[in-house]
């Protein structure tokens, strides 16, 4: 009986532990833009049909042509974001920052850590920042839940995918907006999106 209480206050104190690790996580700025739960810190442009199920937000398929986009109610300059994504392999999707415009994202009036396995010119498909910071060889994100760690610094954009710096570039032209998470075909999940302002 005593190692089983001692086993117990064993595990209360680890999970006590982990519970500390995320509060020191939040406590140095992170903010929790989707855990699972609701799109309230999003707004939705175009016609995918984001649904959220078992903690994830996904889309399949749009009812309008071109990108849909679940789109940040908050603008952000600097910043650093984590994103954890899993798409089809047919799928296209991207992450996109300092949007001109939310209403109206594209990757020439953002910035866009491209999610594109299948594009057709693959130097600006996965890991790459589309027309701006070409990539090769271009990494595989479909069929596997991958992570994105994103750093928008003054005129600095580092992309690291699944733990691999994949782009580092310099461009001055998107000073400040809105991120977007994009659905443009296949399937396209997201599970946990994390942004820390610089």
């Not at 175009?46 to 603008?75: E, M, P, R, Y």
Request: with cysteine; charged share 20%.
């Amino acid at each position: 009986m005593k190692r089983l209480a001692g086993i117990t206050s064993g595990l209360i104190a680890i999970a006590a532990a982990l519970a500390g690790c995320g509060h020191m996580l939040y406590s140095q700025g992170w903010v929790n833009l989707f855990d699972g739960k609701n799109l309230d810190n999003f707004t939705r442009v175009g016609g995918a049909n984001w649904t959220i199920v078992d903690g994830v937000v996904q889309a399949d398929k749009s009812t309008t042509k071109g990108s849909s986009f679940l789109v940040s109610k908050t603008a952000y300059k600097d910043f650093e974001v984590r994103v954890e994504f899993w798409v089809s392999d047919d799928a296209n999707s991207g992450v996109y920052m300092r949007c001109a415009d939310g209403n109206k994202p594209t990757d020439t009036t953002c910035y866009e850590a491209n999610i594109f396995d299948q594009r057709p010119d693959p130097k600006f498909g996965t890991g790459a920042i589309t027309n701006i910071a070409p990539i090769s060889p271009m990494p595989k994100a479909g069929g596997k839940w991958n992570v994105y760690d994103i750093t928008v610094k003054g005129n600095e954009l580092s992309i690291v995918l699944n733990g691999q710096t994949t782009v580092i570039a310099y461009d001055g032209k998107l000073a400040s907006g809105p991120i977007a998470l994009q659905y443009g075909k296949g399937v396209v999940k997201f599970r946990r999106v994390d942004i820390k302002p610089l």
